[in-house]
């Protein structure tokens, strides 16, 4: 084959809010593939392009502020870079801030010269009064330099040419591009000679790895441990010394101040400003979101609002509610009857319907009906209905992130958050929690403290996701008859869980990690912009897809179990659900439900629901449907529980903190990568809502009597 | 000298050293905290406050903008 016919692989690196995922959605058109970086819970996104007869492979490497070692993120992005693998290394620069974001590049060229940088925000700089010349800093670079505008579609064919020209070798740098250190240049070559001589780092680039070695980099000094030069790096190590003893410096601060005395002085030559940088517009959201006193409770509204509608949309909750409360009660059944879920929920019965039918017509064996009908249809059902609820919060979610309102919001609510312990940036993974607790472990990756960062990973599986709102809703519905005890049970359930949350929070913090004070925050505050639809509709996506697939095939998995459990007993196939298998298991952790005055017939039943909740909540109602038969509706499968609205409310609270679900669980063992942590932490949470739904019973009983 | 910290809305200062822990200080100087460069408190509350630095606002927690040791210019 040809060389020109190869796959052209581009890594393409950025710093946050530079416009990277804009870019690459428009590039790409679609994520071809997503994984997480060896070894790394960093995610890694690929996407495909066909130019001129080549097919290009874009990688996006994480966004970061530098090639350091200060971060896994970091050090994803520059072993990649260096493993040899990209043909082409893209670097976004936002031309709205040259000044800053020429920083990674500058750090980028000096390890490859195979470049290519895209100036994005081709469209803001008007507005914003910046000129850049485009062709002096072609020349300064010695590397390609293309104007793009993601959102208008510009540049983009100019940027696929010159990323094949680059790699291609046509144009571009041969070498990588050398920043003046000064004083420091002597140690350099010095550092650089001892690896020549030991062949140490030959996949890096030689005058690169020395500086980050002088520099005190602990990944490179892993690396050369690992291959047995330990002596080596004790002689840098003592250079290291002796240099910052002679000369009194700090040798990071001297690197990078000269990287960016470097990129002042291309700017000054490239860069026109029309108006000074320190008069941008500022929009009243923008001026009332970072408000003292009108911040913090606008964000939490603007979340509140996007919550309540996308709830509203999909189960008419609270919409219903308050229809029901003020005396439309035909209105609110409309709702909830038209709500996405009620309406998935409807189609699903009647293909269940169509479906028995058909099979039974077809002589299809007993066994095999059941399966379908009664396990896996029920099964992917209650998935599907939530489905769209998914959706349309991740919608909202994304929304609320690329416009730039989330750093906001970040900002307005540290102060409350540091009484618990966390950083303003903790409400993204809380507020995600609220949909799905999965993707809330995976969202503590924004934190750059590593105790903040626990934290979340442990504590925000405490928060109600959907699942559990729809088990307190069916309950809720069932055992409280006034829509204000039915709105006040549901809201109190949220206000203990997220207090738990935060308390819990707070503990790790203060017992585990013995930290008194908050941990930093350090957010950059991009200008607010109308988010592209592309990528609300890409991070969308990309959220949804993982519920779908993780979440989908555990559930489908568990209605079949739970339908084999309650159609099998010892003796075989069972008529009487008294004899099965889910019947021994359920009578087995029985007693324990004594606790809530809750025993018989009844106490097997709620104890094999709520071990079913273990793997996934909303398999609880479900389970209660089916034991008591497809006959009845869900609503009467769950009086038939004959539980007093007390117990069905401690119950409720139980079912609430305790363990979210068997994915969760594997989230944040993937997150702490710890089997003990992971443990600990789902012991603490039965135990958590064991207490605390002991103690709502048992005050609650205190209260019938002292009111009685 | 004082700290970034005590600075009100509208003031601008040179950055002149940052007295924190190595990862703290190079997080900062890569983005942009680097001694000689010039800053601009945009905005200060009892929250975070919010610093223009080489053309970028970033949100500072009270207790990172208090290592951040500045000159105040003009």
């Known amino acids: ?708 | 000298m004082v700290s970034l910290e005590n600075l009100p809305p509208g003031t601008r200062a040179r950055v002149v050293g940052i007295v924190g822990g190595y990862g703290l200080s190079r997080r900062l100087m890569e983005m942009g905290f680097t001694p000689g460069t010039e800053v601009e408190v945009v905005n200060s509350g009892p929250g975070p406050l919010l610093v223009r630095v080489r053309g970028v606002v970033v949100a500072l927690g009270r207790g990172v903008a208090r290592k951040i040791i500045v000159q105040p210019v003009g």
């Open chain 1, 1 to 708: 084959m040809s060389k020109n016919k190869k796959e052209i692989v581009v890594a393409v690196a950025g710093n946050p809010n530079v416009g990277k995922s804009t870019l690459f959605t428009i590039l790409t058109g679609e994520i071809a593939h997503v994984a997480n970086w060896p070894g790394t819970t960093v995610e890694r996104k690929e996407g495909l392009k066909e130019h001129r007869g080549r097919k290009i492979r874009f990688v996006d490497l994480p966004g970061t502020y530098s090639i350091s070692a200060t971060s896994p993120e970091e050090i994803v992005a520059r072993e990649y870079i260096a493993s040899g693998e990209p043909n082409v290394v893209l670097v976004l620069v936002d031309s709205t801030a040259p000044e800053r974001t020429l920083n990674l590049a500058v750090q980028v060229l000096e390890l490859t010269p195979k470049v290519v940088i895209a100036l994005t925000k081709a469209d803001a700089t008007h507005s914003s009064g910046i000129h850049i010349h485009v062709d002096k800093l072609e020349e300064k670079l010695g590397v390609p330099v293309v104007l793009v505008s993601a959102l208008k579609g510009t540049g983009l064919r100019e940027l696929l040419d010159a990323v094949i020209d680059v790699a291609e070798g046509r144009k571009g740098r041969k070498k990588p591009l050398k920043v003046n250190y000064s004083w420091l240049e002597p140690y350099i070559a010095e550092v650089e000679s001892l690896l020549s001589k030991h062949n140490a780092l030959p996949e890096y680039d030689r005058r690169w790895a020395a500086v980050k070695l002088l520099e005190g980099d602990l990944r490179l000094e892993k690396i050369l441990e690992e291959r047995g030069f330990k002596e080596l790096v004790r002689e840098i190590r003592r250079l290291r010394t002796a240099i910052v003893r002679s000369t009194g410096k700090d040798i990071s601060e001297h690197v990078i101040t000269s990287r960016f005395n470097l990129v002042d002085s291309i700017a000054k030559e490239i860069v026109v400003r029309i108006k000074t940088p320190t008069t941008p517009k500022e929009s009243l959201l923008e001026k009332l979101l970072i408000h003292p006193i009108y911040g913090p409770p606008l964000g939490l509204l603007i979340l509140l609002i996007s919550f309540t509608a996308a709830f509203a949309l999909n189960t008419g909750f609270p919409l219903n509610v308050i229809l029901d409360f003020a005396g439309f009660t035909e209105a609110a059944e409309i709702v909830e009857e038209y709500s996405l879920s009620g309406l998935i929920d409807s189609a699903f019965s009647y293909l269940s319907n169509i479906l028995e039918q058909l099979m039974t017509q077809a002589k299809f064996p007993d066994w095999l009906v059941s399966l379908v009908i009664d396990g896996i249809i029920p099964g992917v059902g209650s998935v599907l209905s939530f489905f769209p609820l998914i959706v349309v919060i991740y919608i909202a979610l994304s929304i609320i992130e690329d416009s730039g309102i989330g750093p906001r919001i970040a900002v307005s609510v540290n102060r409350f958050f540091n009484y618990f312990g966390l950083s303003g940036k903790a409400i993204y993974p809380l507020i995600i929690g609220l949909g799905c607790n999965v993707p809330a472990v995976m969202a503590s990756r924004a934190s750059i403290e590593e105790e903040e960062r626990k934290q979340i990973i442990f504590s925000a599986p405490i928060v109600p996701c959907q699942a559990r709102l729809l088990v307190i809703l069916a309950f809720t519905t069932a055992y409280f008859t006034s829509p204000l005890q039915q709105a006040l049970a549901i809201v109190s359930i949220y206000v203990i869980a997220i207090l738990l949350t935060l308390t819990t929070s707070l503990l790790i913090r203060l017992l585990w990690f013995k930290k008194k004070d908050p941990p930093e925050l350090i957010l950059e505050i991009p200008p607010i912009h109308r988010p592209s639809l592309k990528v609300v509709w890409w991070l969308t996506w990309d959220y949804s897809k993982h519920f779908l697939k993780k979440a989908g095939t555990i559930i489908v998995a568990l209605s079949i179990i739970t339908w084999w459990l309650l159609s099998y007993g010892p003796l075989g196939v069972v008529t009487d659900v008294e004899e099965s298998f889910g019947a021994i298991i359920g009578r087995s952790i029985a007693p324990l439900l004594t606790l809530y005055g809750i025993s018989g017939e009844n106490a097997w039943k709620t104890a094999f629901a709520l071990l079913q909740g273990f793997v996934a909540k909303e398999a609880l109602v479900e389970t209660i449907a089916i034991m008591y038969g497809e006959a009845i509706s869900t609503r009467e499968a769950l009086l038939a529980l004959g539980l007093t609205p007390l117990q069905a409310y401690a119950l409720l609270v139980f079912m609430t903190l305790y363990v979210p679900c068997l994915a969760t669980v594997a989230a944040i063992f993937f997150e702490s990568k710890s089997l003990k942590n992971t443990i600990i932490a789902s012991i603490y949470m039965v135990a958590l809502a064991t207490v605390t739904s002991l103690i709502v019973y048992y005050l609650g009983l205190l209260i019938q009597v002292l009111v009685s």
